[in-house]
């Protein structure tokens, strides 16, 4: 089991910035998968971005390609996003998630565990 804890989320004005941080705990965070996704008020749960246990692959959603950076400190069990050139479609709640393995899911259905959300607001 995993627990994770997102922080830093908040109110920004579009063309701000944010990091959001993920801390896990309760197994070995360097053997996970780790992605964001995001939930629009009345939307699905979308995929943000992904990193591999190793750190060395990303992956993003297109609408965020450039603007996002994923990362993770496994010293410190914890991923990051972070978030630049914000607009007002980036509104959202934001989730951690985690997944035993090599494979970066690439959709929230594939990943076994989630915090509890940040909450993401861009004000135009």
């Known amino acids: 089991q995993v627990q994770l804890v997102e922080s830093g989320g908040g109110l920004v004005q579009a063309g701000g910035s944010l990091r959001l941080s993920c801390l896990a705990s309760g197994r070995t965070f360097s053997n996970y998968a780790m992605g964001w996704c995001r939930q629009a008020p009345g939307k699905e749960r979308d995929f943000v971005a992904g990193?591999?246990?190793?750190?060395?692959?990303?992956y993003y959603a297109d609408s965020v390609k450039g603007r996002f950076t994923i990362s993770r400190d496994d010293a410190k069990s914890t991923a990051f996003l972070q978030m630049n050139s914000l607009k007002p479609e980036d509104t959202a709640v934001y989730y951690c998630a985690a997944r035993w393995g090599t494979k970066v899911p690439g959709r929230p259905s594939e990943y076994a565990y989630w915090g509890q959300g940040t909450q993401v607001t861009v004000s135009s």
């Open positions: 990193i591999s246990w190793t750190g060395g692959s990303t």
